[in-house]
């Protein structure tokens, strides 16, 4: 259910987005407003929102490196306050008023 997906998120050690191509996912910024880091593919609007204080970014379609990624993350300890900083750069009047300055 919806409402567990936030709790399931921040008792994880890690997110893992596999993905070809993306947008900028929502279960990125669900992922940082929970602590938990992430491991994503470098496609689509990814690596606007993950840098090295908050997740480990590999090529698509690259299962050994994304595999050793996975393992780093897990190894890495990472700082929760950090990640919770990094999430309070998008909201989504943020988001909007980076839209708007960007088509007018």
């Known amino acids: 259910p ?12 890690l997110l893992i987005l596999p993905s070809y191509r993306e947008g900028v996912p929502n279960v990125l910024l669900e992922s940082f407003a929970s602590g938990t880091p992430v491991v994503a593919t470098r496609v689509g609007g990814i690596p606007e929102v993950v840098n090295d204080e908050v997740g480990i970014l590999v090529e698509k379609a690259q299962v050994k490196e994304l595999g050793e990624a996975i393992l780093k993350a897990l190894a890495k300890p990472w700082s929760q306050d950090k990640i919770l900083a990094h999430a309070q750069n998008f909201n989504w009047q943020r988001n909007i008023e980076n839209v708007l300055r960007h088509i007018t």
């Open 2 to 13: 919806l409402n567990d997906v936030a709790t399931y998120i921040r008792q994880a050690d």
